[in-house]
């Protein structure tokens, strides 16, 4: 069973957006911490942001301002919204889950991992 989806990567001109969307099929939703991480190539994984459980709210510095991440309890979906977006944004975007959670940042803390999407933002 495929307990997170990502969907909505694509390729965009710099300062386009898109939204990314992470079906979540974990229970209970509510209680999970939900984050969104990236990996370009060749470069490790990076944390994006992240809606914690607790309704905490945390977003990379390198984010901020222009990705929002929200979710929806009743579709069991997170979202992340990305405006602005620039070139160095182009990576392989991963939902990421961890029952409760701790440490947002702590990438090796999350216990289950979607498949990933593309996106990628051309000059």
């Known amino acids: 069973q495929v307990q997170l989806a990502e969907s909505g990567g694509g390729s965009v001109q710099a300062g386009a957006s898109l939204r990314l969307s992470c079906l979540v099929s974990?229970?209970?939703?509510?209680?999970?911490?939900i984050a969104w991480i990236r990996q370009a190539q060749g470069k490790e994984r990076q944390f994006v942001a992240a809606?914690?459980?607790?309704?905490?709210?945390f977003y990379a510095d390198s984010v901020k301002g222009r990705f929002t991440i929200s979710r929806d309890d009743y579709k069991n979906t997170v979202y992340l919204q990305m405006n602005s977006l620039k070139p160095e944004d182009s990576a392989v975007y991963y939902c990421?889950?961890?029952?409760?959670?701790?440490?947002?940042?702590?990438?090796?803390?999350?216990?289950?991992w979607g498949q990933g999407t593309q996106v990628t933002v051309s000059s």
């Open positions: 974990l229970d209970p939703f509510s209680g999970h911490s």
């Open positions: 809606s914690w459980w607790s309704g905490g709210i």
């Open positions: 990421a889950a961890v029952l409760g959670g701790f440490h947002h940042s702590d990438l090796d803390a999350y216990d289950y």
